[in-house]
Structures are given as structure tokens and as C-alpha cells.
């Protein structure tokens, strides 16, 4: 009993020491650029959920939201482009809007399990004002990195 | 020589006698005779016991760089391992080794290469049944450095959503590390001259490649690129080439005291 114990001590050290970091892939790649709607109403700005949002990048048309009731939205830049243009409604009854995003790209290496995925650093975000009344960009750098600060804060007047 | 030793001594005790005999204080002089009998005779002065224990450079190679290159194929690592015993319980150590990586899925390819060395010191914590045994049980620190160059030939970023399938590459880059590792192992005599050991370590990162956007997989000697301490093991296989032997001194107390 007593060899054995010693033995699995070894055994385990052994497989601590050597553990394959190519095989596994426990972290995200996906660096999507997270915006979160607020409302004005009443001079009080508060977290709004929007009752059917759509949003589809202008060239692509799958949606990656279609009437869905959110508070906030995940959208993927474009990783092969420097900008990129999102359909944006959030409303049926509301005029759509056009985001327009450019931005810089770098390569990254997430980890040996993996591999690579593109970080994205933040220069210019415009939008039409027909639903939206303006925007704030909180944080230029997406990275991979998962955190509850949204990069860019919507307003909206309705 | 060793009258010369003797001598010293003996002019040192006599020293010391005579400092002792000036500081004692307003004794009761009448305590007894016999006292002051034993502080007048000096003390029979036996000298240094002198003793040698096998010295040698012990050199090997670690094979369980072998059995690491079963659990990740990607690494290719030869080490050797190197000591030579300083004193009766002091051995100067070192290892150096090389390291190749390749690594290809279908996200990205790896290729690097780089050596490294870690010298220090090994202390034999082991008491020993007679001074010609070499059986070991040891604590080590070693400074470790490895220098290597690393490159990314090819790798794929795949986009669910944009439906790209992004190639690049990145460039060959050069990278140091510098690391401190704390051992704890044993040696045994196996046959005249070799050696077994088995021992674990911790190495603990000091400074390492500085690229945030794509460090080494693996630095040579190290281990993992990414983490900032590492945990190991080593096996080795070693033959002493005695060269001389380590002379020991024990200082004998007077007797009497």
C-alpha cells in the first residue's frame, strides 16, 4: 500500500510535469465587441432592453439578431477588413441605423491549445442618428479577455 | 605539518587559558585546590580529526526527457547533468541541454529551438554509516538561462460568422528566460562509479520573452512559455570520474571541557 502510494505520487507528478498543452483549448477566442443599450427618459439615463433587435453586418445579411428582445448585443468584427458597417434596428416600429466601425487588427496568440485569433483596437465608431442618439466608446482594446465593461454604450432617445 | 598545527593550537589554547584566567572574577579564593589545580594544567589538546571522502565530476544525462517526449511529441529535449563535490556535503552542479519543438495542427504550426544552462549548488543532507559512502539525499538552487529563437511558419484564424479563413505567419523571433529552481532529490550508487537520481523541482520565473502577442510555447529547460513557474522532474543516469579525494576536518574539542 505504501509502494503503491508513492508510486501514484510519481505517477501524477509525472503527468502534471508533462500534461499536453496542445491538446486542450479552455479559453475564448471569440473577441466580440460588446455594446450595451441606455435610455434617456426623464433626464435619467438607465439600462434599456430593446423588444426586437435586429443587427446583421451590411455585405454578410445573416443575422446575428433577429427580433430579439436584448439589453445588450455581441457583434463580430470583420477580422479580414480595417472597417466594417452593421444593420442595426431595435424596434419594429423605430428607423434602422448604420454602425460604422473602423479599427486596427493584430494577431494573437490565445494558447498552445488554441492557437491564433485577431485583436481588435478601437479608432473610430459612427452611427446614424435615427434611432440612436449617441455613443460613447468605453474601451478601445478587444481582446479575447471576458470582462462586464461593454466597449461602446448606445443611447437611444425613445 | 601536523606539529606545526599543534603547536598553534596549543598557543591559541594557552591564549584563551590565560584570557579565561584574567577575566574570572573575585573567586572565593579558598573554593578548592583541585580547581585551581585543573585551570593551571592546560587541557590535553587532540588535534583535527582529519578523514577523506571520494571526490569527482559526476556527469550524465537526464532520460526522463525521454519519457516527456511520449506525453508531448511536440518537444524534443536532451539534458545532461553535471556535479562535482566541493566539500563533504557541498557539490557544485550545472546541466545544459537542448531543446527542439514542432508542433502542427490545423490551427497553426511551431517550430523553435534553443539550449540552456542552470548552475548552482546541491547539499547533501544524508548522514552518513561511513565516509566512503556516496548515497545522496539533497537539496539544490540553480540559476537557469536559455536562449532560443521561435517562429509561427503558418496558422489559420477561422471567422464563423464573416466566414474567412484568415492565414498568416509570424517571423522567427529570439527570446531569453531567466529562472531560479529549488530541487529536492536522491542519488544512489547503483554500481561502482554509477549513479541513479531522481529529483523534483520547482523552477520559478524570473524574466522571460517579453512578445505579449505571441509568446514560446515551450522555453528549453524551462518548460511552458506561458506560465510563470514549473513544476518538473529529472532522472538521471550518471558515472563519476573520481578525481582526487575531499579532505574532511572535524574540530575536536579539548577533552575536559
Known amino acids: ?158 | 605539518m601536523i606539529q606545526r598545527i599543534l603547536l598553534s593550537i596549543l598557543a591559541f589554547s594557552g591564549w584563551l587559558a590565560t584570557a579565561r584566567a584574567q577575566d574570572k572574577p573575585v573567586a572565593p579564593p579558598a573554593d578548592s585546590a583541585a580547581q585551581q589545580a585543573a585551570a593551571q594544567t592546560p587541557a590535553p589538546v587532540l588535534p583535527d580529526s582529519i578523514y577523506w571522502v571520494p571526490g569527482g565530476i559526476r556527469l550524465g544525462v537526464d532520460i526522463s526527457r525521454f519519457v516527456v517526449k511520449v506525453f508531448q511529441p511536440y518537444r524534443t529535449d536532451v539534458s545532461f547533468a553535471a556535479d562535482y563535490r566541493y566539500r563533504k556535503d557541498l557539490y557544485i552542479a550545472a546541466e545544459a541541454g537542448w531543446q527542439g519543438v514542432s508542433h502542427s495542427d490545423s490551427n497553426y504550426t511551431y517550430k523553435s529551438s534553443g539550449v540552456f544552462l542552470t548552475a548552482g549548488v546541491d547539499y547533501n543532507f544524508l548522514k552518513r554509516q561511513e565516509t566512503q559512502e556516496r548515497y545522496m539525499f539533497y537539496g539544490g538552487i540553480r540559476y537557469g538561462f536559455a536562449q532560443m529563437s521561435y517562429e509561427a511558419p503558418s496558422y489559420t484564424i477561422y471567422d464563423s460568422y464573416w466566414g474567412d479563413k484568415l492565414p498568416g505567419s509570424f517571423p522567427k523571433t529570439n527570446a531569453s528566460a531567466h529562472w531560479v529552481e529549488l530541487i529536492l532529490g536522491i542519488k544512489a550508487e547503483v554500481l561502482k562509479n554509477f549513479f541513479v537520481g531522481w529529483s523534483i523541482r520547482e523552477k520559478i520565473k524570473i524574466s522571460g520573452p517579453k512578445d505579449d502577442a505571441f509568446p514560446p510555447i515551450v522555453i528549453p529547460g524551462f518548460g511552458s512559455g506561458t506560465k510563470g513557474s514549473q513544476f518538473d522532474f529529472q532522472y538521471t543516469i550518471s558515472y563519476c570520474i573520481p578525481l582526487g579525494d575531499v579532505k574532511v576536518r572535524v574540530k575536536r574539542e579539548g577533552a575536559g571541557k
Open chain 1, 1 to 158: 500500500m505504501k509502494y503503491f502510494l508513492i508510486l501514484a505520487t510519481l505517477v501524477s507528478i509525472a503527468v502534471v510535469a508533462c500534461d499536453d498543452e496542445t491538446k486542450v483549448c479552455d479559453q475564448a477566442l471569440t473577441t466580440d465587441t460588446h455594446i450595451r443599450f441606455r435610455r434617456d427618459s426623464a433626464g435619467i439615463t438607465r439600462d434599456t432592453t430593446m423588444a426586437q433587435v435586429t443587427l446583421y453586418a451590411l455585405g454578410i445579411r445573416d443575422s446575428i439578431y433577429r427580433k430579439q428582445a436584448v439589453k445588450d448585443i455581441f457583434l463580430p468584427l470583420s477580422p479580414a477588413a480595417d472597417s466594417c458597417r452593421f444593420y442595426l434596428k431595435v424596434d419594429s416600429a423605430s428607423t434602422p441605423d448604420t454602425l460604422t466601425f473602423r479599427y486596427s487588427r493584430e494577431p494573437h496568440f490565445i494558447s498552445p491549445g488554441c492557437g491564433f485569433s485577431t485583436f481588435f483596437t478601437l479608432d473610430t465608431v459612427i452611427s446614424t442618428t435615427n434611432t440612436v442618439q449617441s455613443l460613447i466608446i468605453n474601451q478601445r482594446a478587444i481582446t479575447s479577455s471576458i470582462n462586464d465593461t461593454a466597449h461602446i454604450t448606445l443611447y437611444f432617445g425613445i
